[in-house]
């Protein structure tokens, strides 16, 4: 699964990707990220997807959610 985020400057990118790091921190689980001035591309692996599938966890989601709020912002 590829994703990519577009943000209207470098800060917000900063901003979502502070974030992320904390999100990763919080669920131990650490997706591959690319990033220029204004987005972000993040690359969750087959392998990845069931891990956090087999926690329940909501990670894809809620990395969604913050691309959004920083783009409402």
């Not at 997706?31 to 956090?52: C, E, M, R, W």
């Amino acid at each position: 699964m590829n994703l990519r985020f577009d943000f209207a400057s470098y800060a917000d990118t900063r901003r979502f990707l502070d974030q992320m790091a904390d999100l990763s921190k919080r669920e131990d689980y650490y997706p591959d990220v690319s990033f220029g001035k204004t987005y972000a591309n993040i690359s969750i692996d087959g392998d990845g997807q069931t891990a956090l599938q087999q926690r329940n966890s909501n990670f894809i989601n809620e990395m969604k959610t913050l691309a959004e709020q920083l783009r409402s912002s």
